[in-house]
């Protein structure tokens, strides 16, 4: 299976940028759809984005327009650009190497088993 190591996190102020980042191990990563998910405190993991084996992206909502997912299959890394951060972005963020996707509906996907450290993003004034 893949394994996938986030990192990238961070204290921002509101209207700042960070770039996550996400390792994979694993010699099928670039046959895998990935997701970024985030978890607020007291709320439910979400999936916020994703893109696919052949990079086709799709984002939530929430993060449309600010949020931008890529993947480099050569160096078997995924990233996510978040921009104009508010505070409700605020949470630990997880990459996971998706077991199966919908190709018209966000969050109609299989997480893989595999979940990481995820990275804190704390955005804050």
């Known amino acids: 299976q893949v394994q996938l190591v986030e990192s990238g996190g961070g204290l921002v102020q509101p209207g700042g940028s960070l770039r996550l980042s996400c390792a994979a191990s694993?010699?099928?990563?670039?046959?895998?759809?990935i997701g970024w998910y985030r978890q607020a405190p007291g709320k439910q993991r979400e999936l916020v984005a994703r893109i696919d084996s052949g990079g086709t992206t799709m984002y939530a909502d929430a993060v449309k327009g600010r949020f931008t997912v890529s993947r480099d299959n050569a160096k078997k890394a995924a990233y996510l650009q978040m921009n104009s951060l508010k505070p409700e972005d605020t949470g630990v963020y997880y990459c996971?190497?998706?077991?199966?996707?919908?190709?018209?509906?966000?969050?109609?996907?299989?997480?893989?088993?595999?979940w990481g450290q995820g990275t804190q993003v704390t955005v804050s004034s």
């Open positions: 694993g010699s099928i990563f670039s046959s895998v759809a």
């Open positions: 996971n190497a998706l077991r199966s996707i919908s190709a018209h509906t966000l969050t109609d996907v299989e997480p893989g088993d595999y």
